[in-house]
């Protein structure tokens, strides 16, 4: 699975500084990075005695990280927030600094005790994924998806107790974000934003859920799938309603995307068994590189109506239907309207065989 996340953020700026000490490092330069929407912003300090200094303007919290010249692996990743905040250590390890003066980063750290064995769980099921994806073992890699689904469900039941326990915590608001913004309903979400406390939702973070769930609603089983109108890899526009009459998986994909290339035999193999019988299949590509998204297309045998505006993650659906993750369905009905979401391997061909006579 792969995931995007996109943070909102308005016109009211506020300054954040951070005043830093590292005992072991006296000069140098220190890097910072800020993931603010789909753009990284960067800013860089000379080190001076070991202390240094950053400040700006951040809308609203946002994940971020220190980094040195030549110690890729070496980082400290944190919460931005706009107050002034110390981040002291030995810097010899950039990953055992701590920060003092932000309420978020003190709360990410009682969430992340609680999410311990989860991240635990999590590390050890990267591992066997990456080692199965050297040996081409498909079988450990499709494996792995109940892991996966069991593995995000921990962490949503984490998030709603830590949600329940926290509802002044903008941790807790960013928490949600997090782990509901992908493979979710307005049912999921609603309960959490409800708890939140009045200022919290009123926030950009606030706010944002209150988006997600307007758009899950608006794409929820039972609704009217809206139309998609892109272009086909010979440059002509195509769009969804003009496949009515039939049953659509949109399949949303990428060529660079190893968990989307991993499932289209899945739903190759459910296209050709169902083809002939009112069942088809709308591909919406989430790449930038044209030449790429047609040679996955003819490697995989994606033999089906494909799409795209090369957009990569700003593809006009990912606001339209919520889009934070790929591979990501939605199977419509003979009138367009949605019957199942996020039906993937065996589930989709039983769905189908349901649908399909």
């Known amino acids: ?23 072991k490092i006296k000069s140098g330069t220190i890097y910072l990075s800020i993931y603010e929407l789909s753009e990284t912003f960067r800013d860089s300090a000379v080190i001076k005695d070991g202390r240094f200094q950053f400040n700006g ?14 110690r890729h692996d070496d980082y400290f990743t944190f919460y931005i927030e706009p107050v002034t905040m110390e981040i002291s250590g030995r810097g010899d390890s950039l990953r055992l600094l701590s920060v003092k003066g932000s309420e978020i980063n003190d709360d990410d750290k ?10 635990q769980w999590e590390n050890a ?55 509901y913004s992908y493979y979710a309903e307005a049912t999921d979400l609603e309960p959490l934003y409800n708890e939140l406390d009045v200022n919290i939702r009123n926030s950009p973070k606030g706010k944002e859920i209150k988006k997600m769930i307007d758009t899950y609603a ?21 769009s969804l309603s003009s496949l009515k009459g039939k049953y659509v998986l949109i399949d949303f994909w990428a060529s660079w995307c190893r968990p989307c290339r991993r499932e289209n035999p899945n739903v190759v193999a459910a296209y050709n068994q169902f083809k002939n019988k009112g069942f088809t299949v709308f591909g919406v590509s989430y790449d930038t590189q044209k030449a790429n998204w047609e040679k ?55 769905k189908l065989k349901e649908l399909v006579k």
């Not at 792969?2 to 830093?20: E, H, K, P, R, W």
């Not at 994924?129 to 984490?158: C, P, T």
């Not at 002044?168 to 782990?179: D, F, G, L, T, Y």
């Open 296 to 350: 996955a297309i003819i490697a995989d045998h994606l033999d089906w109506n494909q799409v795209s505006d090369l957009k990569g993650w700003k593809n006009s659906t990912s606001d339209q239907y919520g889009i934070r993750a790929i591979p990501s369905n939605i199977l419509i009905d003979k009138n367009g309207v949605i019957i199942a979401k996020n039906i993937f391997g065996e589930k989709l061909t039983e």
């Open 218 to 238: 608006r794409v929820a089983v039972g609704k009217p799938a809206p139309d998609i109108t892109e272009y086909t890899p010979d440059s002509s526009k195509l």
């Open 125 to 179: 099921d990267s591992k066997i994924y990456e080692q199965a994806y050297k040996d081409k073992n498909s079988k450990i890699m499709d494996s792995l998806d109940v892991v996966d689904n069991g593995i995000l469900a921990a962490k949503r039941k984490v998030v709603a107790a830590f949600v329940m326990d926290y509802p002044k915590s903008m941790r807790a608001a960013m928490a949600i974000i997090e782990n």
């Open 1 to 23: 699975m792969i995931l995007f996340f996109s943070y909102s953020s308005t016109a009211q700026d506020s300054t954040y500084v951070i005043n830093g000490n590292l005992e």
């Open 57 to 70: 303007f951040v809308s609203s919290p946002f994940f971020a990280s220190l980094t040195m010249p030549q």
């Open 110 to 119: 009682l969430l992340k005790e609680r999410m311990k064995t989860i991240t």
